[in-house]
């Protein structure tokens, strides 16, 4: 092993030791009555927020293997409660309040899937009442949110996890071992997207024809949000609207950003740029449907400092290849959840001469010259690069990380741990990131945030 790829290893491992430390292990008051729930005893979750990723949520969490059992639902429009009964039972406790939920003694653990402006109230509470908590990404919906979110969950001394699913993939592991293994050198560049070219995937998702103040808890759903008279469309496709979403940095980016920081095991960024449009559906949205960003990462005690750009277009009309790319001085990792190219890839010590080169513009003495010197600087070994090679790695077919994303939470809840693969303090260094690809993007301004600290920087 060469003395530069040993320091690198030995920095990655004593960087995984920091980030575990800086993370999970940081001492705090854990641990008060986790052992409520032995690893027998089967775990009673409610579902709050039944829309289209609730009902994605609870089958996964179905489909964990931990024997976890749906009790009940909350939802704020009537047709989605009367559909958990259809689906699940009609002994399935349904309410439009969620605080019903959090008062029965019977529910272990809720999974908060409601728009992304209700995720750190409904948390809070949650973790306040004892519950154990699966939360959608983004955590938060504004970067002041974080904290406070952490905060309750140090106290509550509860299990809670952060639903960017993919990084329970095995695909996502393997580049976390190839890339920590210093298959790749030192990054220096990462790429990722995430576009799209449909209506319902620039979420214009259906609206139900009954839907109405009598059919939807309208006020509940507005929360901290303005005041507005109801607006089906506001309600059923909020993605659309900054008072209840976080557009397509906090829907999208985030789990490109989460999956970066899992592999790299970086705290994140400490400069975000944005440049975008609203280019295609000028439905009445108010975020752009086009973004890229530019996240400088600063060099720490476990990586080099890289740029990561990220990009959503909702109107890309060309070829949509959505995968993440990371690049070192040797190679590159190219994933998705689903596949993986590592590619090893070294330049040779002698830069080489001829060719598209000033070389051929010399005089002619002065050529032979050149050669002379060039070939005792750079004996044959130093002209050969190594060859180039590629690694394929792919998730075995069946492979479900939705419901392993789930397994590990309920598993860290029987063991009476905290330690989930994707804890607040994790999530927050992930969501926080996007949502000032946000604010970049509104202010037109370059955002300096703290990675370690987690709180934006004045200066
Ligand atoms: N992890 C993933 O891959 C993934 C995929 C899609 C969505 N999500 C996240 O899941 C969340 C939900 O997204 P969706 O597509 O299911 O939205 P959706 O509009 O289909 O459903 C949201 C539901 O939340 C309910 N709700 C809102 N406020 C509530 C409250 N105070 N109490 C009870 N119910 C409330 C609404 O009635 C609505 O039915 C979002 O945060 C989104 O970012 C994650």
């Known amino acids: 092993m060469n003395p530069t790829r040993r320091k690198f290893l030995k920095n990655v491992t004593a960087a995984s030791a920091l980030v575990a430390s800086q993370s999970v292990a940081k001492p705090f008051n854990i641990i008060k009555d986790l052992k409520k729930i032995s690893p027998n005893d089967k775990i009673r979750f409610a579902t709050i927020g039944m829309g289209i990723q609730g009902h994605s949520d609870t089958k996964a969490a179905l489909r964990s293997g931990t024997g976890a059992e749906f009790?009940?639902?909350?939802?704020?429009?009537?047709?989605?409660?009367?559909?958990?009964?259809?689906?699940?039972?009609?002994?399935?406790?349904?309410?439009?309040?969620?605080?019903?939920?959090?008062?029965?003694?019977?529910?272990?653990?809720?999974?908060?899937?409601?728009?992304?402006?209700?995720?750190?109230?409904?948390?809070?509470?949650?973790?306040?009442?004892?519950?154990?908590?699966?939360c959608e990404k983004p955590m938060v919906h504004h970067i002041n949110e974080g904290l406070s979110v952490i905060d309750a969950w140090k106290k509550s001394g509860k299990t809670m996890q952060v639903g960017s699913q993919r990084i329970s993939s095995s695909a996502f592991k393997e580049a976390k071992r190839?890339?920590?293994?210093?298959?790749?050198?030192?990054?220096?560049?990462?790429?990722?997207?995430?576009?799209?070219?449909?209506?319902?995937?620039?979420?214009?998702?259906?609206?139900?024809?009954?839907?109405?103040?009598?059919?939807?808890?309208?006020?509940?759903?507005?929360?901290?949000?303005?005041?507005?008279?109801?607006?089906?469309?506001?309600?059923?496709?909020?993605?659309?609207?900054?008072?209840?979403?976080?557009?397509?940095?906090?829907?999208?980016?985030?789990?490109?950003?989460?999956?970066?920081?899992?592999?790299?095991?970086?705290?994140?960024?400490?400069?975000?740029?944005?440049?975008?449009?609203?280019?295609?559906?000028?439905?009445?949205?108010?975020?752009?449907?086009?973004?890229?960003?530019?996240?400088?990462?600063?060099?720490?005690?476990?990586?080099?400092?890289?740029?990561?750009?990220?990009r959503v277009n909702f109107a890309n009309a060309g070829a949509?290849?959505?995968?993440t790319r990371i690049i070192g001085t040797e190679g590159q990792i190219?994933?998705?959840?689903?596949?993986?190219?590592?590619?090893?890839?070294?330049?040779?010590?002698?830069?080489?001469?001829?060719?598209?080169?000033?070389?051929?513009?010399?005089?002619?003495?002065?050529?032979?010259?050149?050669?002379?010197?060039?070939?005792?600087?750079?004996?044959?070994?130093?002209?050969?690069?190594?060859?180039?090679?590629?690694?394929r790695f792919d998730a075995p077919k069946d492979e479900d990380e939705h419901a392993d994303h789930f397994r590990d939470f309920f598993d860290n809840i029987k063991k009476g741990s905290v330690a989930t693969i994707e804890d607040p303090i994790f999530a927050f260094r992930a969501a926080a990131p996007v949502l000032a690809c946000n604010e970049s993007y509104f202010s037109k301004k370059v955002i300096k945030w703290d990675p370690v600290a987690m709180k934006i920087k004045k200066k």
């Open 334 to 391: 190219e994933f998705t959840e689903d596949n993986l190219i590592l590619t090893k890839k070294k330049l040779p010590k002698a830069p080489g001469f001829g060719g598209y080169d000033s070389y051929n513009t010399f005089s002619e003495s002065e050529q032979k010259e050149f050669k002379k010197q060039y070939d005792a600087q750079y004996p044959a070994e130093m002209r050969k690069a190594d060859p180039v090679k590629e690694v």
């Open 71 to 134: 009790v009940a639902a909350a939802d704020l429009y009537d047709g989605r409660l009367t559909r958990v009964k259809e689906l699940y039972g009609k002994d399935i406790f349904t309410t439009r309040d969620h605080r019903e939920i959090l008062e029965r003694k019977d529910i272990d653990a809720v999974l908060v899937v409601t728009s992304d402006h209700w995720h750190d109230h409904i948390t809070k509470a949650s973790l306040a009442a004892g519950k154990h908590v699966y």
């Open 178 to 310: 190839l890339f920590q293994a210093g298959e790749i050198g030192e990054i220096n560049y990462v790429e990722s997207n995430n576009d799209r070219f449909n209506s319902i995937g620039a979420w214009n998702y259906s609206i139900p024809t009954d839907a109405s103040v009598n059919s939807v808890d309208w006020d509940t759903f507005l929360g901290d949000a303005p005041k507005v008279p109801f607006d089906a469309k506001r309600f059923f496709r909020w993605r659309n609207y900054r008072d209840y979403g976080t557009g397509v940095a906090g829907d999208l980016f985030v789990h490109l950003i989460t999956g970066v920081h899992f592999v790299t095991a970086s705290n994140g960024p400490e400069r975000i740029f944005s440049s975008g449009e609203l280019s295609y559906w000028k439905d009445g949205r108010d975020v752009p449907d086009v973004l890229v960003s530019i996240l400088d990462y600063p060099k720490t005690d476990i990586h080099a400092n890289f740029q990561m750009v990220l």
């Open 320 to 323: 949509i290849a959505n995968n």
